[in-house]
Nanobody
């Protein structure tokens, strides 16, 4: 059983930055892929970024490429999402997710078995 706890969300002005963290417990963090997804009111859950077990193979949604950076610290069992040049359309609840059946990240939400409770990011224009 894997538990995930996100932190770092908040209110920021457009153009600003935030860094989200996701602390994992249970399982062997360095063995499995991790991802970030987001959901805004009236919309489905949207892929943001994912990363393989080593952190060397990130994937990004086109909407965040060049602005967001996903990373992981396996020694600290923690996943990060550095968000720069934030836009109002980035406003959403951000979730981290773990896929313990593979070492490689996916853009699809179905493979991820474990999810955090989410952290709110609000970007004011």
């Amino acid at each position: 059983q894997v538990q995930l706890v996100e932190s770092g969300g908040g209110l920021v002005q457009a153009g600003g930055s935030l860094r989200l963290s996701c602390a994992a417990s249970g399982g062997t963090f360095s063995n499995y892929a991790m991802g970030w997804f987001r959901q805004s009111p009236g919309k489905g859950r949207e892929f943001v970024a994912s990363v393989d077990w080593s952190g060397s193979m990130p994937l990004y949604a086109d909407s965040v490429k060049g602005r967001f950076t996903i990373s992981r610290d396996n020694a600290k069992n923690t996943l990060y999402l550095q968000m720069n040049s934030l836009k109002s359309e980035d406003t959403a609840v951000y979730y981290c997710a773990a896929d313990v059946t593979t070492a490689y990240g996916s853009r699809w939400s179905d493979p991820y078995e474990y999810w955090g409770q989410g952290t709110q990011v609000t970007v004011s224009s």
